[in-house]
């Protein structure tokens, strides 16, 4: 679902498009009974037709909105019809975009951001990887580190129940992680192969 500024979906307005994946668009939106910034995803025109993908964003959706902790993007609101999510809107926009601002810090500015950033993003994965029952993000890339307010957040984790894919989790290879972040183990599960996944893959793709 296309949006444009000022349309209004629900109780959200929309601001302006801030981004897109391979079957989502991004919003910055207004949710105008509580008067506060959120970011509002929507499925691409393509991903509208596909049941399989809009189960997989759906399975997506549910289980991060069960995360709970300090610098994992929160989910605010699920609709089915028309197809919506309302998550925690980052206003500092994401690491792929300050890479450039990093570099052009003095060396040791620069240390400082990226042990921050770091250390941040290995606490994330440290909460996710120690729940019970044990969940991979599987999607660690620039695009889904965000800054809000100041605070290093980490967005759309795909969070496969465990390294088989068990248990009504997101199994489709179609949402996986970006290829030029995704472990080589997981790339051949994607061709198919029985392959296990475990932390090491979130780990891989975060020093990637």
Known sequence: MELNSGQEVG???IIRKVGEGGFTNVYEAEDMSLERRVALKTLNKESEQDEERKNDVFLQTKQQAKLNHPSIIQVYHYNQD???VVMEYANGGSLKNAINTLKGLDLISSLQEIYKISFSVLSD???IHTREPKRLHLDVKPENILFCKG???LADPILLRDGKGREGTITSPRLAASKYYAPPEQEKRIMGQNVE???RSDIF???F
């Open 125 to 127: 994965l440290q909460y």
């Open 82 to 84: 028309p197809f919506f």
């Open 197 to 199: 996944l475990d932390e």
């Open 205 to 207: 793709s975060f020093i």
């Open 11 to 13: 109780n959200y307005r």
């Open 151 to 153: 605070e290093v957040k």
